[in-house]
């Protein structure tokens, strides 16, 4: 399959610590046997990269403070997404502090559980070599004197599962928070007239966030997929203003772009095409290819478009089905031009590590015959790799038509009331419902009348981005280090 790619390695600034006070030996004798533990679940998790600092510190050990900006150093050079400081023995809270305060990344507090204190054959204790979890009290505080938010893993054998799983979640919150900072969303199109419901602040996003919005005029498309015609490389030239385009040379003689025989053939391969005929199938892989290049022109990693004029318009046809597809290429494309749905859509694929597409959909209506369930649904704008299982997707005037999978789904809506932004995230599952048009699921929580206050009271609006899977704590982490964005929820939600 033909993908969007972006670079989703989590880079990782691995600083163990401790105190010179302790003794040398056995901490460093740690230091090798947390590092291997560490090696071992950066390469479970994948796409993790470890930066360690033994050719930058003597010892391959924090405790001195001329050493901080050496680090600081090395991990601004290597551009650390997050750090890790393992405790190796009581550790040292000023250098843990001043390093995590300067980088202004992510931190990972953790240390292992002190084996138990020795006695000699007379029974007389001798001193103990750690005391780990006593200086990890002592670092947490120093981070919150220099304002440094961090999570933490709770005090656990080397070999314990709760490391594991602390690790991965980590991993996942650092995921979300790379994705968001300096996030650029293609906005392809105007907001329908009507939707003010999809109003955001540009100035807003750029200040607090570094949130860009790119805007690209439909006109851009349509040159983009002019130059697909020809076999021509994409290229920004020409694409700006009307009156700065070139004229393109005749299309006789000229091969279109081979990936546009490939995208139709995915298509036709995967899905129940008939109702649209060959001629559509193609159009729309011309549109895909042409979003996708221009979202890579202009280093954007979602798109917001405008679904129900410029494709109608232009081509023919809704780009419903179009949206979907890009989903499962690797770029989040919201319909409607709701920019904060797109947002939604990156923070959930981020904390799924891109194990699977989201989708955006609109909440419609109550289950007829359950109480606590709700129906999520648009008119086919989901990836077809969700479909569930036994169902044939289908594609009809370029929507797509098919119930998705069911199991555990994590719902999200980024919005925000007078600049103060909020991150809805909670969880239900999938359940069985009545059969409808577009695309679909039913969701299922524990009490809907506590989902429909919440969304009508807003800030939210009638559209939630989805995601197969557990994620909203990870979610909630991951607000710790947004900026000004408060986590919510309708139910309480774990702490990691």
Request: hydrophobic letters at 40%; a negative charge.
């Amino acid at each position: 399959m033909i993908r969007y790619t972006q670079d989703r390695t989590v880079v990782l600034g691995y600083v163990p610590v401790r105190r010179d006070m302790f003794p040398s030996g056995p901490a460093s004798e740690l230091k090798s046997r947390v590092k291997a533990r560490f090696d071992e679940m950066a390469e479970k998790c994948g796409d993790v990269e470890l930066v360690t600092i033994d050719d930058t510190v003597e010892g391959g050990m924090l405790w001195d403070l001329r050493d901080a900006d050496r680090v600081v150093e090395l991990f601004r050079a290597k551009k650390v997404d997050a750090i890790a400081f393992p405790h190796c023995n009581f550790g040292q809270e000023e250098v843990v502090a001043k390093v995590a305060a300067e980088i202004g990344k992510p931190v990972l507090l953790w240390g292992p559980r002190d084996p138990s204190p020795e006695t000699d054959k007379s029974g007389k204790t001798g001193p103990r070599d750690f005391d780990t979890q006593c200086g990890m009290f002592a670092t947490s505080r120093a981070l919150k004197r220099y304002h440094v938010p961090y999570t933490y893993i709770e005090n656990c054998w080397l070999d314990s599962p709760v490391l594991d799983q602390g690790f991965d979640d980590f991993i996942r919150v650092v995921s979300v928070v790379k994705a968001f900072r300096g996030m650029r969303i293609a906005q392809i199109g105007s907001r329908p007239r009507q939707f003010l419901s999809v109003k955001v602040n540009e100035s807003e996003l750029l200040s607090k966030f570094g949130i860009e919005i790119v805007p690209i005029w439909p006109e851009e498309v349509k040159r983009m997929i002019e130059k697909l015609k020809r076999g021509l490389p994409p290229s920004p030239e020409g694409c700006e203003l009307p009156m700065g385009q070139l004229p393109l040379p005749p299309l006789k003689g000229l091969l279109p772009d081979p990936r546009i025989a490939s995208v139709a053939a995915e298509i036709e391969s995967s899905v129940d095409w008939s109702a649209v005929g060959h001629g559509a199938v193609e159009t729309m892989a011309y549109l895909e290819v042409a979003i996708m290049d221009l979202a890579k022109i202009h280093q954007c990693q979602a798109a917001a478009v405008d679904c129900w004029g410029f494709s109608q318009d232009a081509y023919g046809i809704p780009s419903c089905f179009v949206l979907g597809e890009l989903f499962d290429r690797g770029l989040p494309a919201a319909c409607e031009t709701d920019i904060h749905a797109a947002i939604g859509a990156v923070l959930l694929q981020a904390a799924s590590r891109y194990s699977s597409p989201a989708f955006i959909a609109d909440v419609t209506i109550r289950h007829p015959e359950d109480d606590n369930a709700e129906l999520l649904w648009h008119c086919g704008p989901f990836a077809k790799s969700l479909v569930k299982k036994g169902v044939i997707p289908a594609v009809k005037e370029c929507k797509g038509m098919y119930e998705i999978e069911g199991g555990p789904l994590t719902v999200v809506r980024f919005d925000q009331d007078d600049g103060n932004y909020l991150l809805l995230a909670d969880e239900g599952e999938g359940t069985d419902g009545p059969k409808t048009t577009g695309n679909y699921v039913w969701f299922k929580v524990n009490d809907w009348v506590k989902w429909e206050k919440k969304l009508m009271y807003g800030p939210y609006i009638h559209h939630v981005s989805g995601i197969h899977g557990h994620f909203a704590k990870v979610l909630k982490e991951a607000c710790k280090y947004l900026g000004p964005v408060t986590h919510d929820s309708v139910e309480p939600v774990e702490e990691m």
